[in-house]
């Protein structure tokens, strides 16, 4: 079963604009929700990260924004550039527990 | 630091024949893990260890084995390969803590005619 959904599997976004990634996850016991990028031909790197105590983390143009209530996290993506033109992962890992889960992905093009 | 390391990047296989998928790290990280990518379907994790020695399941292991005889290495044998294994394959590899940052390797692009 999935247990993180996310949305959209595609994404256009003109440059300058905002681009948004939407996860939800029914497992209450998760803890840590990261984000991965992925450039093609690449391994998936490490983007930004946020723990549930916090409904917000912003790392420059990127910003994660958690819903605890509601189950659901978002990354954002300010002055969207053509560089930014990559796959996107959201992930979740349950408390006391090594192993991370993806959501399918959501691959991002930015319009120059 | 290389970071992790998998070998080879690409490789083309018969049905029936059977190879092993290298990854290597040298952060001295005790978690390492195996993901396919597919089309749609996102990481799928395929085995994981949590030490030397410790190794498990993760959501689809059939047809892949793993041993974990050292930290560093963590290697995924396809036993008898078949057309559904057609894939990209990652390792990863990551401290267990606060964070857990998944390191991951370049990938092997693997063909199963």
């Known amino acids: 079963q999935q247990q993180v959904k996310q949305s959209p599997q595609s994404l256009i976004v003109q440059k300058g604009g905002i681009s948004i990634i939407n996860c939800a996850y029914e497992n209450t016991a998760f803890d840590y929700f990261p984000w991965y990028q992925q450039f093609p031909g690449k391994g998936p790197a490490l983007l930004i990260a946020i723990r549930p105590d916090v409904s917000e983390k912003k790392e420059g143009r990127f910003t994660i924004s958690f819903n605890k209530s509601a189950k659901q996290f978002s990354l954002h993506i300010m002055d969207s550039q053509p560089g930014d033109s990559a796959t996107y992962f959201c992930?979740?890992?349950?408390?006391?527990?090594?192993?991370?889960?993806f959501g399918k992905g959501t691959r991002l093009h930015i319009l120059p | 630091n290389a970071g992790v390391t998998q070998t080879p990047k690409f490789q083309v296989l018969k049905t029936g024949q059977s190879m092993t998928l290298q990854c290597a790290q040298d952060m001295n990280h005790e978690y390492m893990s195996w993901y396919r990518q597919d089309p749609g379907m996102g990481l799928r994790l395929i085995h994981y260890s949590v030490g030397a020695g410790i190794t498990d399941q993760g959501e689809v292991p059939n047809g892949y084995n793993v041993s974990r005889s050292t930290t560093e290495d963590f290697p995924l044998r396809l036993l008898s390969a078949a057309p559904s294994q057609t894939s990209v394959y990652f390792c990863?590899?990551?401290?267990?803590?606060?964070?857990?940052?998944?390191?991951f390797g370049p990938g092997t692009r693997l063909t199963v005619l």
């Open positions: 992930a979740a890992r349950p408390d006391r527990d090594d192993k991370i889960i």
């Open positions: 990863a590899s990551s401290q267990p803590g606060y964070t857990d940052t998944q390191y």
